[in-house]
């Protein structure tokens, strides 16, 4: 394969990639109002997120470690510490399990 | 660059910080494809800086490899990044209207899984530095990441690797729990979608689908539904917003 093509992958890749994601932007210029739109778009993004954590979490390493992550994430979440500090107490978890 | 805006931009940064771990463990992994591809550190950076999606790039690196068609590369990419036609559908009610061409441009650019899902947690309308301040690290960090990967040819220590790998779910985690606690409504959703997920990981036949397609399929039909019987109370959301900006 030549240098060349590469280039053209690679711009081909980003360039579609980056239209997917900036069209939406660009198209919808109105406030939407209708209230089960709202609804829909107030579920997607934690839906999403939700179901791409569960039960993938799982197969990091075994389901019990990955549950009991889940478990002590959700719990250190719910009382409220941030972002950074649950995601390194969740590495510590299984970088932990892992020296059992 | 007012104070405001630099204060938002370091916070960007710092919630970013998180991001950028993930990324680099997950991209790194990736490097190891992009090598068999024929990418070289270099290259791999700044395919990886111009792209930053990790279904989209690995499915790309397999097709380079086979040495595909342009349109084959297009159509791939499309598919597998399909969500973000929502995620920045949704992302155009978290902007002012008055929002130029430009900057909606770069907030869309920005939208990976990661840094759109702290970018809607983001509270009131969307200052968009927040956005950038998160994506200038990570996606540093993701395109590191696939340069080393490219460059080391094999992976970290595996139990490295999957400490770091579980960063990501603990952000995912820290972001749906703050939002869930204050929304019964979510909560109730968000676990009806995790049982529905568990269950379409394991029923023959649905398992076999791959998983960027069964998070978009379940994402729609459980968002839908739950707007449709638990719509929510977006009203006080909304007086929310406007409250904050005015």
């Not at chain 2, 840094?115 to 530095?129: D, R, S």
Request: some cysteine; glycine content about 8%; proline content about 3%.
């Amino acid at each position: 394969m030549t240098e060349k093509n590469i280039f053209i992958y690679i711009a081909v890749t980003a360039l579609t990639t980056n239209l997917v994601r900036v069209l939406p932007l660009l198209v919808l210029k109105k406030r939407i109002t209708n209230r089960f739109v709202r609804s829909f778009f107030h579920y997607i993004p934690y839906i999403t997120l939700s179901v791409m954590t569960f039960p993938a979490i799982m197969e990091t390493t075994s389901p019990a470690v990955g549950l009991a992550t889940l478990a002590i994430g959700v719990a250190c979440a719910w009382k409220g510490m941030g972002m950074l500090a649950v995601s390194l107490i969740c590495c510590v978890c299984v970088f932990l399990s892992q020296l059992l | 660059m007012t104070d405001q805006d630099r204060k938002v931009l370091l916070k960007g940064f710092r919630d970013g910080i998180p991001i950028a771990m993930c990324y680099f463990a997950v991209s790194f992994s990736m490097g190891i494809v992009a090598r068999k591809a024929g990418l070289v550190p270099a290259t791999g950076f700044l395919s990886s800086l111009l792209t930053r999606a990790s279904a989209g790039e690995f499915g790309a690196y397999t097709l380079f490899a086979d040495k595909a068609s342009y349109l084959a590369v297009v159509i791939m990419c499309v598919v597998v990044n399909l969500r973000y036609l929502l995620m920045s559908a949704t992302i155009t009610q978290k902007l002012p209207l008055e929002t130029g061409v430009f900057t909606k441009i770069l907030v869309g650019c920005c939208m990976t899984d990661e840094v759109y899902g702290i970018t809607i947690a983001y509270p009131g309308y969307l200052n968009p530095k927040y956005t950038y301040g998160a994506m200038t690290v990570a996606g540093i960090m993701w395109a590191a990441g696939t340069a080393s990967g490219i460059a080391a040819g094999n992976s970290l220590p595996d139990n490295v690797v999957s400490a770091l790998g579980v960063a990501l779910y603990g952000m995912f985690i820290s972001i749906v729990v703050q939002a869930a606690r204050k929304h019964w409504k979510l909560t109730v959703a968000v676990i009806v979608a995790c049982l529905l997920s568990w269950a379409c990981s394991v029923c023959p036949g649905i398992r076999d689908i791959d998983s960027g397609t069964r998070t978009m399929v379940l994402t729609v039909a459980v968002s839908l539904t739950f707007a449709w019987i638990l719509p929510a109370s977006v009203e006080t959301d909304d007086s929310k917003v406007t409250g904050e900006h005015d």
